[in-house]
């Protein structure tokens, strides 16, 4: 019973098992901010192409 105690203790001193979730946590919060980047970044160059498809598509238009 001792030993089961002793070996708990330790593994909850050890400071491997937090690092590798504080990793874990920081790669998600950087995909996040990544992946929320790109998508407004792309919406605003969808943004400018239809932009200019219109205004080619009035300049085609009228001359």
Same mark, same amino acid.
Request: charged share 20%.
């Given at each position: 019973? *001792? @030993? /089961? !105690?002793?070996?708990?203790?330790?593994? &909850? +001193?050890? *400071?491997?098992?937090? #690092?590798?979730?504080?990793? /874990?946590?920081? &790669?998600? &919060? !950087?995909?996040? $901010?990544?992946?929320?980047? $790109? #998508?407004?970044?792309? &919406?605003?160059? #969808?943004?400018?192409? =239809? *932009? #200019? =498809? +219109? =205004? !080619? /598509?009035? @300049?085609?238009?009228?001359?």
């Amino acid at each position: 019973m *001792d @030993a /089961a !105690i002793r070996k708990v203790k330790r593994f &909850l +001193q050890e *400071d491997q098992g937090p #690092t590798a979730v504080e990793y /874990a946590v920081l &790669l998600g &919060l !950087i995909m996040m $901010v990544i992946i929320g980047s $790109v #998508t407004a970044f792309g &919406l605003k160059v #969808t943004e400018m192409f =239809t *932009d #200019t =498809t +219109q =205004t !080619i /598509a009035l @300049a085609s238009e009228s001359g």
